[in-house]
Every structure is written in C-alpha cells, then in structure tokens.
Nanobody, 120 residues
Framework: QVQLVESGGGLVQPGGSLRLSCAFS????????MGWYRQAPGKQRELVASIISGSSTNYADSVKGRFTISRDNAKNTMYLQMNSLKPEDTAVYYCYVGTVTYGGIGNGNWGQGTQVTVSS
C-alpha cells in the first residue's frame, strides 16, 4: 500500500507563488509516472504537469513557463512550484504517483487534494 500526503496549498494574491509538496511512502519497488492534476468547481480534473520515466516533463499549455514540476528521490517527494498565479489557477490540486510493487503489480495512487485559491 502506498500513502501520499500533500501540503502547501492556500490563499495567494494574483501574481504570487506557492509550492505544493507530495510525499509518498509504502511498498514501492519503482515509480513509473508522477504528476499533478487539478479540478476547479464544475470542471473536469485536468493534468497540470507530469514526470514520465523519471526525467521527461510535460505541462499543460495554460501553465507553461509559470509552473515547474520536480522530484527529490532521496525524500520520495514531488513538488509543484507555481509562480505568477492567476485567478483561473484556483482549484483543488491532486498529486498522482504510478508505482510498481516488489511483486510486480502496478498501481495508480492519488493524494488527498489541497486547495489553491488565487484571489485579491
């Protein structure tokens, strides 16, 4: 079983910055994908940023140049640095970690979600 704990959300003014963290632990042989998703009220969950195969990063067009996804392998933690925040970035942000157990079973694991509100 894998546990994900998110932190770092909150209220910020437009133009401000926040850094989200996602610490993961449990029976993990390897990590094959990591990402951040968000869901605004009345909208579908969307992919914001991802790390595939350990190093290849991808971003939604709406956040390119403003958000940066990264990971610290020693700490089993993933981050999302969000700069130049806009009101339209307001959403609940979820981290996702795809893992493989020592028994070779693949799983998709979600964090509990953290609220990000961008407002003056």
């Amino acid at each position: 079983q894998v546990q994900l704990v998110e932190s770092g959300g909150g209220l910020v003014q437009p133009g401000g910055s926040l850094r989200l963290s996602c610490a993961f632990s449990g029976s993990i042989f390897s990590v094959n994908a990591m990402g951040w998703y968000r869901q605004a009220p009345g909208k579908q969950r969307e992919l914001v940023a991802s790390i595939i195969s350990g190093s290849s990063t991808n971003y939604a067009d709406s956040v390119k140049g403003r958000f940066t996804i990264s990971r610290d392998n020693a700490k089993n933690t993933m981050y999302l640095q969000m700069n130049s925040l806009k009101p339209e970035d307001t959403a609940v942000y979820y981290c996702y970690v795809g893992t493989v157990t020592y028994g070779g079973i693949g799983n998709g694991n979600w964090g509990q979600g953290t609220q990000v509100t961008v407002s003056s």
